[in-house]
């Protein structure tokens, strides 16, 4: 059998991580299997998981009701093609994520990633002013500190900083940015806010097929959480100048801010809605894209006809099954109250680190916890910081934070907490 040793040689010289350059000079752990909240390394260690995988599994690693749906559907097919065919889990996935979602809407596009969802809003944008007869609405109004993915359309609205737009400046699609919400959460609203956004619908609404943004919370691109009177505005200022809206809610979705969907806290329906990330409870890749039926009905209309997208895996019967299981689940229990608990906790445990001399900023909303520093941390030093303290966290840049899965128990989120307030103690 390999050694550990052997593994970990190979992957550095071979294998590409998220992120990351070859060979990869980074640290990484080999895992050995996963359970809970937990995260067993092949060297025995054991880690709590304070970021659920990249935010996915929110009811942890093996829940047996999702296990056991997968294994259901195992035996019945893993896998056929969604092309002319289709399926229970599709179907009855649809309906869920159209019960669970703002009435008007009504019509579900399924994919393998978030980055693809938001390609398919964009897309599906661009083509519905087509249909319409306005073909020069190609170009998107987003707000600066944004991120929704790494291929090319979703990284033309990604901030233009963080995405290092320079790289890749002669084959992105130009597209507009507002300045970044300065209005926080829980402040005072301030119409000023707002202005930038407005500015440019003004200007270019006739070149804008539509705007994109994460309600709320703007997640990768800076853990930054701003009023739902901006979102309620910027909706109203689409509708207006004739522009569609598009909410990346792949971050956001299935109760991680308080609310089922972050849009709630505004009470806006978009055109689109992206979801992702914890719709399988992170057991597979699985990502949707909603839409009305006043945008779909524009394509048989259209000349267009259809809408040319359609991934190989698309609605993956396995994926579809466990995501309908862990929706039900979240359904099943008192999930509002739980983040609740979740953000009080937090709240409390967190605001120590406000005087320590490092820190900028300490904010919390919903199962989400941000320690800000002043200056960018040197995430390679840190993360195996946070290993020697049993828990899994993936700081990054100036960014400590927290979004841990939803069944956490208490002491195991002050193990969390209090890793944070050690290790930032110490920087
Ligand atoms: C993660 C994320 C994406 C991209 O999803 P992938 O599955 O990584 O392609 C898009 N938008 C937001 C808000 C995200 O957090």
Same mark, same amino acid.
């Given at each position: 059998?390999?050694?550990? /040793?052997?593994? *970990? ?10 992120? $990351? &350059? =070859?060979?990869?000079?980074? @640290? !990484? ?37 999702l ?35 703002p ?27 087509y ?6 609405? /190609?170009?998107? *109004? ?10 090319? $359309? &979703? =990284?033309?609205?990604c901030? @233009? !900083? ?86 990346d ?37 699985? &990502? ?51 983040i ?30 941000v ?49 944070i ?7």
């Amino acid at each position: 059998m390999q050694s550990l /040793q052997q593994l *970990l040689d190979l992957d550095r010289l071979h294998v590409w991580h998220p992120y $990351a &350059a =070859m060979p990869n000079l980074l @640290p !990484v752990f080999p895992v050995e299997s996963a359970q809970g909240v937990r995260i067993q390394l092949m060297d025995g260690r054991s880690l709590i998981d304070g970021v659920s995988s990249w935010w996915t599994c929110i009811h942890g690693y093996n829940h047996p009701r999702l296990t056991q749906a997968a294994h259901a559907q195992i035996d019945r097919m893993s896998h056929v093609m969604f092309g002319g065919l289709t399926h229970q889990p599709a179907v009855d996935l649809t309906a869920k994520l159209i019960a669970m979602t703002p009435t008007e809407l009504q019509h579900v596009f399924f994919c393998d990633s978030g980055s693809v969802a938001v390609e398919v809003a964009m897309k599906m944008a661009i083509q519905y002013w087509y249909n319409r007869g306005l073909p020069q609405k /190609q170009h998107f *109004l987003t707000i600066r500190n944004g991120y929704h993915g790494d291929t090319f $359309a &979703a =990284m033309s609205v990604c901030d @233009p !900083v963080n995405g290092m737009h320079h790289l890749f400046r002669n084959i992105l699609s130009q597209q507009y940015f507002a300045e970044a919400p300065q209005v926080t959460f829980d402040r005072d609203w301030q119409e000023r806010d707002i202005d930038s956004f407005a500015a440019l619908l003004v200007a270019h609404h006739d070149r804008i097929a539509a705007a994109i943004f994460e309600p709320v919370v703007q997640n990768a691109g800076g853990m930054r959480f701003y009023h739902p009177e901006y979102v309620r505005q910027a909706k109203a200022l689409c509708e207006q100048y004739n522009v569609l809206l598009i909410l990346d809610e792949i971050a956001t979705g299935f109760g991680r801010t308080g609310k089922l969907f972050a849009c709630e806290h505004a009470a806006v329906c978009p055109d689109f809605l992206c979801v992702g990330k914890a719709l399988s409870g992170g057991f597979m890749s699985l &990502a949707a894209t909603l839409t009305t039926r006043e945008v779909s009905e524009s394509f048989a209309a259209g000349k267009a006809g259809v809408f040319m997208h359609g991934p190989t895996f698309m609605a993956n019967p396995l994926a579809c099954a466990v995501s309908l299981e862990n929706l039900a689940l979240l359904e099943s229990y008192d999930w509002q109250s739980t983040i609740r608990a979740i953000e009080t906790q937090l709240k409390t445990e967190l605001e120590p680190c406000r005087s320590l001399a490092a820190v900028k900023d300490v904010r919390v909303l919903g199962a989400i916890g941000v320690v800000e520093l002043h200056d960018p941390a040197n995430m390679q030093a840190i993360q195996p910081r946070f290993v020697e303290e049993g828990v899994w966290l993936r700081p990054f840049g100036r960014l400590i934070y927290t979004m841990p899965p939803y069944i956490i128990q208490p002491s195991e989120l002050t193990a969390i907490t209090s890793a944070i307030y050690k290790i930032v103690a110490r920087i």
